[in-house]
T-cell receptor
């Protein structure tokens, strides 16, 4: 069973469209994250949710809106897509946000390409 | 401003020991240091984590000096399959901020 799964794996769309990426974890973790990884492989944290509550909200355009219907799911909705949004988006989860000794488990990423 | 710094790239040969060092000068008392490995088209994968001194598991060792301002990931007897990007992460216990290094691209040659 895949611990952290993201869909879709690939997403190719036109500038200006709205799209969503879904993430689910079956590890029973309390905390979930969204990351953006650019072409230079920098991992940038975007959001973190703990028990469905937003904890970390880095400087991200408000076109990006995370939604957590329950603690096993954290979806990312992106409005009015721009060329600069092209990247790989990773979902991750960990047992607890506050405990720095809890490793994160990552999905395999969603490769978003804006035409 | 908290920051983690690691070399951009490293080369080594099969069978050698590889050491990758990350500096984290502003690390606080309760912050942990974690290392991840990432292969192409995959998400980062946890390798090892430590707080002080030395930690060893089946794949790597992590050395942390007393001042904790740096940490060194040690991969013993590397193989071609260890070619990957290695990330250092410090999680700030005070505000949950995640301080990722930029990643070290390790290339192992035959």
């Amino acid at each position: 069973d895949t611990a952290v799964s993201q869909t879709p794996k690939y997403l190719v769309t036109q500038m200006g469209n709205d799209k969503s990426i879904k993430c689910e974890q079956n590890l029973g973790h309390d905390t979930m994250y969204w990351y953006k990884q650019d072409s230079k492989k920098f991992l940038k944290i975007m959001f973190s949710y703990n028990n469905k509550e937003l904890i970390i909200n880095e400087t991200v355009p408000n076109r990006f809106s995370p939604k957590s219907p329950d603690k096993a799911h954290l979806n990312l909705h992106i409005n009015s897509l721009e060329l600069g949004d092209s990247a790989v988006y990773f979902c991750a989860s960990s047992q607890d946000l506050g405990a720095g000794n809890q490793p994160q488990h990552f999905g395999d990423g969603t490769r978003l390409s804006i035409l | 401003l908290a920051k983690t710094t690691q070399p951009i790239s490293m080369d080594s040969y099969e069978g050698q020991e590889v050491n990758i060092t990350c500096s984290h000068n502003n690390i606080a008392t309760n912050d942990y240091i974690t290392w991840y490995q990432q292969f192409p088209s995959q998400g980062p994968r946890f390798i090892i984590q430590g707080y002080k001194t030395k930690v060893t598991n089946e794949v790597a060792s992590l050395f942390i000096p007393a001042d904790r301002k740096s940490s060194t990931l040690s991969l013993p007897r590397v193989s071609l399959s260890d070619t990957a990007v290695y990330y250092c992460l410090v999680i700030m216990d005070s505000n949950y901020q995640l301080i990722w290094g930029a990643g070290t691209k390790l290339i192992i040659k035959p």
